[in-house]
């Protein structure tokens, strides 16, 4: 099935400090979503990219839409102690056949040291 | 407008028991999906419904059922429960259920003793 490899796993940062994490696939994928999770709750949505190349922020939040449409990068600037959590990036896979489901990578858990 | 809500949120059961979880998707979207979420297996789809109907679904076993309500609310239930079905399950909703992005609720917390 489509998997979605997801970089780094975990990242131990400073407060202030900036944050990148990516997403690669090998099948195409029409949306790229960011999502955060706070333990114990579903996860909320960030950014949703739609277009390929798409350059979309959302505060200090900045996240992109490779051109191969296998990509996806999110930066997170000046990094605060409230960014802590685990980001997942998902999307449904293009040609999207499989009703009502999203692919999902394993997560960048974000720790952030005041 | 009011976001996906779950009930209940926790949840203890014993193994052999069997469990119903509710989700209310937000206003307006017709698509219900469900995932499980360990720690070990990350965010497993389970399966979605529209209009009332299974449309897709995931590799879970028979005690893994659901429907959806003419309203759009969807339940679960897990039959005879094992300790493995321990983890948070995971509601979301879209219009269609045909790509477009998932919205989630918080969840409700199963732990199987």
């Known amino acids: 099935g489509q998997q979605l490899n997801q970089s780094p796993q975990s990242m131990f940062i400073q407060e202030g400090e900036d944050v990148s994490m990516n997403c690669t696939s090998s099948?195409?994928?029409?949306?790229w979503l960011w999502y955060k999770q706070d333990p114990g709750e579903g996860p909320v949505l960030l950014i949703a990219?739609?277009?390929?190349?798409e350059l979309t922020s959302n505060g200090r939040l900045t996240a992109q839409f490779g051109i191969t449409r296998k990509d996806s990068f999110l930066n997170i600037s000046a990094s605060i102690p409230s960014d802590v959590g685990i980001y997942f990036c998902?999307?449904?896979?293009?040609?999207?056949?499989?009703?009502?489901?999203?692919?999902f990578g394993d997560g960048t858990t974000l720790t952030v040291k005041p | 407008k009011a976001g996906v809500t779950q009930t209940p949120r926790y949840l203890i059961k014993t193994r052999g028991q069997q469990v119903t979880l509710s989700c209310s998707p937000i206003?307006?979207?017709?698509?219900v999906s469900w995932y499980q979420q360990t720690p070990g297996q990350g965010l497993q789809f389970l399966f979605e419904?529209?209009?009332?109907?299974?449309?897709n679904k995931g590799n879970f076993p028979g005690r893994f059922s659901g429907r959806q309500f003419s309203n759009s609310r969807s339940e679960m239930n897990v039959s005879t429960l094992e300790l493995g079905d321990s983890a948070l399950y995971l509601c979301?909703?879209?219009?269609?259920?045909?790509?477009?992005?998932?919205?989630f609720g918080p969840g409700t917390r199963l732990l199987v003793l």
């Open positions: 206003s307006g979207h017709r698509s």
């Open positions: 990219l739609y277009k390929a190349g």
């Open positions: 099948s195409i994928f029409n949306t």
């Open positions: 419904y529209f209009s009332e109907t299974q449309r």
């Open positions: 979301a909703s879209t219009l269609q259920g045909m790509g477009e992005t998932q919205y």
């Open positions: 998902a999307g449904p896979v293009y040609p999207n056949t499989n009703a009502g489901k999203s692919t």
